[in-house]
């Protein structure tokens, strides 16, 4: 990934792109609102992470998780298949509520699960927090029965730290931190990823 990478801001909103072998990762816009529904609204999708949605608070949840791009770096982008331009699901960085340290969260489609897609993304926003916000580490939590969130967090890195509370809720927290994520860059023989702008 580059390190001279421009990000563009328009009307207070960065706009970028990620892009992987098969996936691209990019700002979360008012296209994305039907298929975001269509996750937030389904039971499955939704049973590790909070109660479904309806439309209105789908649409106030893409407004909040896009609001801190241009101040802080982070938020949640749209994860798209580059073959079939189908919208997988989403990835990207928040503050942990209770501690403020950075946090990675991902969520994928029932119809993409299996086919290692939230693995790819969180992988290259992991490497964007590291390489552009320099954080000391950075967490996952996970409800301890949501196997499926916990592979990820463990094939890309992370290792289980312990059981809290953390969204009011009692959850398994997973972490690595940047000397560990080296390390594991440096054993990887793997393309790496890339990180490209969009061109407006």
Excluded: H
Excluded at 69 to 79: E, K, N, P, R
């Amino acid at each position: 990934m580059s390190k001279d990478v421009l990000f563009r801001i328009r009307n207070s909103q960065l706009l970028f792109m990620f892009e992987t072998d098969r996936l691209i990762l990019r700002s979360l816009d008012e296209r994305d609102v039907d298929a975001i529904f269509a996750m937030r609204s389904d039971a499955e999708v939704m049973r590790f992470i909070r109660e479904p949605q309806n439309r209105a608070e789908s649409v106030n949840w893409v407004k909040l998780v896009s609001s801190r791009w241009a101040s802080d770096g982070i938020g949640f982008c749209a994860v798209i298949e580059k073959q079939t331009n189908e919208f997988v699901g989403w990835c990207g960085l928040w503050r942990l509520k209770e501690s403020g340290e950075l946090e990675l969260g991902y969520a994928i489609a029932r119809y993409f699960w299996g086919r290692g897609f939230a693995t790819e993304a969180a992988r290259i926003f992991l490497e964007y927090a590291f390489e552009q916000l320099k954080p000391q580490k950075i967490v996952a939590v996970a409800e301890p029965e949501n196997a499926s969130s916990r592979r990820v967090m463990e094939k890309v890195g992370m290792k289980f730290v312990r059981l809290g509370e953390f969204y009011n809720r009692e959850l398994v927290q997973y972490a690595v931190d940047k000397y560990d994520w080296e390390k594991l860059r440096q054993n990887k023989t793997e393309k790496s990823l890339t990180l490209k702008n969009l061109e407006f």
